[in-house]
């Protein structure tokens, strides 16, 4: 009885992406990949989702480790706002972007007065803003595999006269590495694959902010062909990186 709506969902998930292999230009796929735009817009993802994802993992594993070793008031609610962006429209996240790193944000003014500095539509905003929506994926993931981790080898290195840094170092991070390299895959797709946050926060400036995703939207008006192309990339980029993550999701 189960079978059918299993079908019936399996061929929602599935079609959509069936109309985009089938309605691809196959034959002047290269030439259009070849295309400055698009390799702009690509350079540029891979720019940003990359640094925004070492962004992710120079703040995110001590935060994962906190959450998962130390016990403190409002943990709870450290661990709740620490996954909002997971289900906070990204659109919403761009404009609290722009109200706290703006020119005139909580925290922009005095970057803007004391360094001028200005992080919204610029290619440092769209790092921000990848990285803001992105976090939350490596967090879950580095903090489930410190859990999962056996505390009787950090006991072992104390006892021999290791201090808490070189333990982290030298038994803990190799630990937990699966879940640091898992979370930090998801986290890079998920910032090549933003648009709401980016968009609102960083614009859509050819060569300085349009990535992928938004290079995607500004195609179809113009070129759809071209849109499909960019998809295309996206999707494969996607099935890759599930297929890299295979028994090894801890979400």
Partial sequence: MLVLPALIGLAFLVL??????????????GTRLA???ILDALRLSLLSATL???LCLLVGVPL?????RVDFPGRRLVRALVTVPLVLPPVVGGVALLLALGRNGLVGRWLDRWFGLTLPFTTAGVVLAEAFVALPFLVISVEGAVRAADLRYEDAAATLGASRWTTFRRVTLPLIA?????GAVLCW???????????????NFPGRTQTMPLAVYLALENDPQAAIVLSLVLLAVSVVVLAGLRGRWVL
């Fill in 16 to 29: 959509p992406l069936l109309g985009l292999l089938v309605r691809a230009p196959w034959s002047t796929l």
């Fill in 35 to 37: 295309r400055p735009e």
């Fill in 189 to 203: 797709a998920r910032a090549l694959g933003e648009f709401g946050a980016t968009i609102t926060f960083a614009g």
């Fill in 178 to 182: 699966p879940g640091v390299g898992a």
């Fill in 64 to 68: 994962a480790w906190v959450l998962a």
């Fill in 52 to 54: 925004a994802t070492l």
